[in-house]
């Protein structure tokens, strides 16, 4: 009995020893967790795959917090590896009755997984190859320029859209009739758009009827051309016939008109030709490039004047980079010819000159040599020389000129001026000794363009119209009278031209000027100002609306009317005064081919006189279509 007992006490003791055995090296590896308020009953759920936790609840003891125990790595060892991987979380539990302390210990071991926990994978390999195919790739590089894209690129400009061939017409006719039995007709022909070939003509008709006897004219114009361009050269020619004609109106329209008044009619008949061969134009640094031109007309009027004149001029000129050297020369036959004489007058000139042109600068220097021969020989040299700088880039430009030259006294031109002249002009040259000229040009604003010139011009032997009446025979002519000594004229000329837009532009200009005669009391129909301004405005694709204003200054003619048949021989002089002539024309499209217009003349009917005794037209209005084909 007594034997068994103590079999007993050694099996507990034993029993007793392995539990501690195995019990301290688990204890070893508890940790202890942040300190966190857990409720009462709460506990963290096991992850999956390992074992629930095992909570194990100590006794209240005095220190706040357990210590975790540290085992050896020895004992650790004795009860394998999972036990030393043993944690325990350590977390305070408040609020327990009697205000003590407890700590719950949260055990977890690592999970070893076992065979019973397999699962069978019941998928089938896929044993199809499914690679999918790449084709080679092919490299094109770019043969350009990186460039950086930092700064800011212009905008390129929109190029114009092509017109279209239909829009295109070749030929159009414009006719129209109005008060003081105005007709009025232009008819324009050519072959249509060829860059090699230009075939044309044109035909203009203008006459009217005023309200004063015989206060009749009429302008008529026909004309050919042909231009040819060619690789290296081009020529082109025109063959011109032009027809004017007028009666002599004029007398005193304060007075009755003498009995014997002389209303002849007058015509001035000329023909034209012109041909020019010409180089092309190259954007090349050196390049040689000249010009021949011939020219002539054949002139007449009703009273036995004719006039005829050939031309033959050119240039050669070489150019290397900014530097241009030459020479320009011409031979100007003429011969002249009424009633009273029959002359030669004739010139040749030669201009020689070297000019230089850079971006803020051009300057040109030459002379100016001039041979005339016929009625008078003379040879004369004259400068011929300018300049130009720029003072303010794309804004303000200031030049200077002085030139010389001999201008031939011309029967057709002076009857383009005054068309009332008699018979047997005087024929005289006069020579332009030396004219200065210096003056500004450039832009103020955007579409504002100027140009301001002040001039001093030395002429010998100025051509003056003046009157020549005779009341007693009726005779109502002007004639053409030359101051013989040096005249020289001051002057300023301004131009303004104002573009605000395609549909809109303004234009002027105005001459100032003051004479001082050699010989002469008077500069004699020359009047010290003019102006002359103009708009064009299209109101729209279909309206288009231009308009002229010409202000003349008041002018001096050294005819003194008298009541006697004969005129006053005082040396006091007649006042032809200033006047106003507006003008305007009204278009509209109707179609892409038909057109209507309104032109008014002399709007503001103003009593207008160039010459005196021969006042102008007055209010004169007339209208038609214009037709394109």
């Known amino acids: 009995m007594r034997r068994a007992m103590k079999l007993k006490y050694i099996i507990f003791t034993l029993l007793t020893l392995f539990s501690v055995l195995c019990f301290v090296p688990a204890g070893a590896q508890v940790k202890h967790k942040a300190k966190k308020q857990v409720r009462k009953g709460a506990h963290k759920p096991a992850a999956k795959g390992h074992k629930a936790p095992v909570r194990v609840l100590h006794k209240p003891v005095v220190k706040p917090v357990a210590k975790p125990v540290v085992v050896q790595k020895s004992a650790a060892k004795s009860l394998g590896e999972d036990a030393a991987k043993t944690k325990i979380d350590t977390t305070k539990k408040g609020n327990l009755p009697g205000n003590s302390l407890s700590e719950e210990i949260i055990v977890t071991t690592a999970y070893k997984p076992v065979l019973a926990d397999a699962v069978k994978i019941r998928i089938n390999p896929d044993l199809e190859d499914k690679t999918p195919f790449k084709a080679p790739l092919t490299y094109f590089p770019i043969d350009k320029r990186l460039e950086l894209n930092t700064d800011i690129k212009p905008f390129e400009a929109m190029k114009q859209p092509k017109e279209r061939d239909s829009d295109l017409y070749n030929n159009y006719v414009k006719a129209g009739v109005g008060n003081l039995k105005t007709t009025f007709g232009e008819a324009y022909f050519n072959n249509g758009r060829d860059p090699g070939l230009q075939l044309g003509g044109y035909l203009k008709h203008f006459m009217q009827n005023g309200t004063i006897k015989d206060q009749n004219s009429s302008r008529d114009e026909a004309s050919i051309f042909a231009k040819s361009i060619g690789a290296t050269n081009s020529l082109d020619g025109n063959i011109t016939y032009n027809y004017r004609t007028n009666y002599f109106y004029g007398f005193n329209q304060g007075a009755l008109p003498p009995p014997n008044l002389q209303r002849n009619e007058q015509h001035f008949s000329t023909l034209s030709a012109q041909g020019e061969l010409v180089k092309n134009y190259q954007d090349v640094d050196n390049d040689f490039t000249y010009a021949l031109k011939l020219s002539g007309y054949s002139f007449s009027n009703a009273f036995q004047a004719k006039e005829s004149n050939v031309v033959l001029s050119g240039f050669l000129n070489e150019t290397?980079?900014?530097?241009?050297?030459?020479?320009?020369?011409?031979?100007?036959?003429?011969?002249?010819?009424?009633?009273?004489?029959?002359?030669?007058?004739?010139?040749?000139?030669?201009?020689?000159?070297?000019?230089?042109?850079?971006?803020?600068?051009?300057?040109?220097?030459?002379?100016?040599?001039?041979?005339?021969?016929?009625?008078?020989?003379?040879?004369?040299?004259?400068?011929?020389?300018?300049?130009?700088?720029?003072?303010?880039?794309?804004?303000?430009?200031?030049?200077?000129?002085?030139?010389?030259?001999?201008?031939?006294?011309?029967?057709?031109?002076?009857?383009?001026?005054?068309?009332?002249?008699?018979?047997?002009?005087?024929?005289?040259?006069?020579?332009?000794?030396?004219?200065?000229?210096?003056?500004?040009?450039?832009?103020?604003?955007?579409?504002?363009?100027?140009?301001?010139?002040?001039?001093?011009?030395?002429?010998?032997?100025?051509?003056?119209?003046?009157?020549?009446?005779?009341?007693?025979?009726?005779?109502?002519?002007?004639?053409?009278?030359?101051?013989?000594?040096?005249?020289?004229?001051?002057?300023?000329?301004?131009?303004?031209?104002?573009?605000?837009s395609d549909d809109f532009d303004l234009f002027g200009r105005a001459e100032f000027k003051q004479y001082q005669m050699a010989t002469l009391p008077q500069a004699w129909n020359m009047p010290k100002f003019k102006l002359t301004a103009g708009t064009t405005i299209h109101v729209s694709n279909l309206v288009n609306i231009t308009g002229t204003v010409f202000v003349r200054g008041s002018a001096l003619d050294p005819y003194i009317y008298s009541s006697s048949l004969s005129p006053s021989t005082s040396s006091t002089f007649t006042n032809i005064s200033s006047f106003v002539d507006v003008s305007g024309e009204v278009e509209y499209k109707a179609t892409k081919q038909l057109s209507v217009f309104v032109h008014v003349n002399n709007l503001l009917d103003g009593t207008n006189t160039t010459w005196l005794y021969y006042p102008d037209y007055g209010f004169n209005i007339f209208g038609g279509v214009g037709f394109k084909f």
């Not at 010819?337 to 042109?357: E, G, M, T, V």
């Not at 011929?384 to 031109?413: C, H, M, T, W």
């Open 320 to 500: 290397i980079h900014q530097f241009y050297a030459g020479v320009s020369a011409s031979v100007d036959v003429a011969t002249q010819r009424d009633s009273a004489y029959d002359i030669d007058n004739s010139l040749i000139r030669a201009n020689p000159y070297i000019k230089f042109q850079g971006d803020s600068y051009k300057v040109e220097a030459g002379i100016n040599i001039v041979d005339q021969f016929g009625y008078s020989s003379a040879i004369y040299i004259f400068p011929a020389a300018k300049a130009e700088l720029q003072l303010v880039p794309n804004y303000l430009r200031i030049f200077v000129e002085a030139k010389g030259d001999v201008s031939r006294s011309s029967l057709l031109g002076f009857s383009y001026i005054n068309p009332f002249l008699g018979q047997n002009i005087a024929i005289k040259n006069s020579v332009d000794r030396l004219d200065i000229a210096a003056g500004l040009k450039g832009t103020i604003a955007p579409g504002l363009g100027f140009k301001a010139t002040i001039y001093r011009d030395e002429i010998s032997d100025m051509p003056l119209f003046v009157s020549n009446f005779n009341v007693a025979t009726g005779y109502n002519r002007y004639t053409v009278i030359y101051d013989g000594g040096k005249s020289r004229v001051n002057g300023l000329n301004a131009e303004l031209d104002y573009k605000a």
